[in-house]
């Protein structure tokens, strides 16, 4: 029988959508205010979705303190109150758009859990603004 269990997770970070290929005319008609040239920040709230087999011996499908920690390690550490363009390697050559940060998270996950789960992530950048990764 295939499960599913979720964590949630929290973070603050700034961040500016801008393409340096475009003039600012052109960044401000595309990412609007998210294009400041000061940056703006969100209160990131994160889903971690794992699915796979319930383990028979400890009737979990996943220890979620050692899911806890590797969300802690691996995107809180990361990303908390800090400015993605600035101070996180993988956006100094990418747009830190929701869905660029949601794909993150998920390829940093991934290397650190067993094979047999599948990984999937949504990332909210307000209540009412949120992407998924569902995995590959």
Sequence with gaps: MRISVF???????????????????????????????YYHG??????????????????????????????????????DHKNLNIEVEEFKNLNPTAENICYMI???LRPHLDKKYDLAVRLYETP????EFPGS
Aim: aromatic share 14%.
């Design 7 to 37: 964590r949630k997770a929290h973070f603050n970070a700034a961040h500016r959508l801008y393409n340096p290929n475009w003039s600012e005319e052109k960044n401000r008609e595309v990412f609007g205010l998210c294009s400041n040239e």
């Design 42 to 79: 969100h209160n990131y709230e994160l889903e971690v979705k794992v699915t796979g087999e319930i383990d028979p011996e400890t009737g979990f499908l996943i220890n979620l303190n050692d899911l806890k920690q590797l969300i802690k390690e691996y995107v809180e550490h990361r990303y």
């Design 106 to 108: 998920w390829k940093n």
């Design 128 to 131: 009412r603004n949120f992407v």
